[in-house]
């Protein structure tokens, strides 16, 4: 089979080849099912996936990497790409129920859908969680860390960027997240590695985006995306007749897991006014210039993208007056929210309510989280 860049991709584990072509066709099929017209889908009950199965063992991606496209655009054209193309992230860490992932039944507020005024990025909100004001705020502070759906009902809909999950019940204005998937990862409202991200997010009153990529898509090209969707949701908040139309506080962050973890670190450098950068199990992150507060989250056992290799130099390489916190979590590669039993789903959520929305009575909760180097009290 021939490699990504035309050189030879090396030896490849049978596990590795055996995945390559059912993630090239279910990338086919999502590119298929999205449309730049809104489609809402029927909610779901609140069951939720376990994702906590560690994937196959991989080799280092130093051993089978092939070497980026150069013909692939890039954030910045005069800044060098991130090296090489790791091996396939695996599909086992991919929703099994094709990402119609579980969103909550639960009963929450009336829909109050009051008009507001989108920040640019500015910021914005009640200011009912937070002294200064510059916040918004949804749903009552857990007891403890959960990764458990929260108090909203949620729903879904495509436009050419992505897959948006949206709370229905809620009382708007809203935060909003971008979010990638790694390498062999085609996002969307199909087949996705970081599909579940969505009903969490959003039935706790984040809106999310699961942006399209392609599957080779370099770090770089992924943060690019993360910054498309972005830009989408300003549109959706301007669009009439849009579920989201007036609903968007001007509050926007990105993540990603894997490659869309170096994308992640290449839009909160490159983009402007984000609140928020969650980079899961990051593939070929920046090592400077990243402005926004970030939480790095590591895998135990992973041999892809360990943090010695590549988290590490993220969380070093921002500066120390940034919010930024690094934690691991027991689990191979894997990008869903379940990951580490549920770990990665707590920390994440808990990070995203504190600096995505401003939510400062979720930061002892955060501040608790067990990590291994913060600056966050």
Wanted: glycine share 14%; hydrophobic share 30%; proline share 8%.
């Amino acid at each position: 089979m021939p490699a990504l860049s035309g050189e030879p991709l090396g030896e490849v584990p049978f596990m590795s080849v055996r995945f390559l072509f059912p993630l090239s066709f279910s990338a086919l099929l999502v590119l298929s099912a999205c449309s730049d017209e809104p489609q809402t889908v029927r909610e779901t009950d609140n069951a939720t996936a376990d994702e906590d199965e560690d994937p196959p063992a991989e080799p280092d991606d130093d051993e089978t990497a092939a070497k980026p496209d150069a013909s692939r655009p890039r954030l910045d054209a005069s800044r060098p790409d991130t090296g090489t193309t790791p091996p396939v992230d695996d599909p086992d860490d991919v929703d099994d129920a094709g990402n119609t992932p579980p969103t909550s039944t639960a009963d929450g507020g009336a829909d109050a859908a009051k008009p507001q005024t989108d920040g640019g990025g500015g910021g914005g909100g009640n200011g009912e969680c937070c002294d200064d004001g510059d916040c918004v705020c949804h749903g009552d502070v857990p007891s403890q860390l959960t990764s458990m759906n929260g108090p909203y009902k949620t729903a879904s809909y495509s436009v050419g960027a992505g897959c948006i999950h949206y709370p229905t019940d809620a009382e708007p204005p809203f935060a909003a997240v971008t979010v990638s998937d790694g390498f062999g990862g085609s996002g969307g409202c199909g087949f996705s590695q970081t599909g579940n991200w969505g009903p969490l997010y959003a039935s706790w009153g984040i809106v999310t985006m699961i942006v399209n990529t392609t599957g080779g898509d370099q770090p770089n090209t992924r943060g690019m995306k993360l910054l498309t969707g972005v830009a989408a949701f300003k549109t959706e908040n301007e669009k009439s007749g849009s579920p989201l139309e007036g609903k968007l506080a001007g509050r926007y962050g990105t993540s990603g897991f894997s490659m869309g973890g170096g994308g992640t670190s290449y839009a909160s450098r490159d983009g402007e006014d984000l609140k928020s950068s969650v980079a899961i199990m990051p593939w070929g992150p920046v090592r400077s210039g990243v402005d926004v507060p970030t939480l790095v989250i590591c895998g135990s056992s992973d041999t892809i993208a360990s943090c010695a290799s590549h988290g590490n130099g993220l969380y070093a390489g921002i500066s120390n007056d940034v919010p930024k916190m690094r934690v691991t979590v027991t689990s191979g590669h894997a990008g869903q929210p379940g990951a580490g039993s549920g770990r990665s789903g707590q920390i994440g959520l808990a990070f995203q309510k504190v600096y995505l929305e401003g939510d400062t009575r979720w930061r002892p909760l955060l501040v608790s989280a067990m990590s291994n180097e913060t600056n966050i009290k």
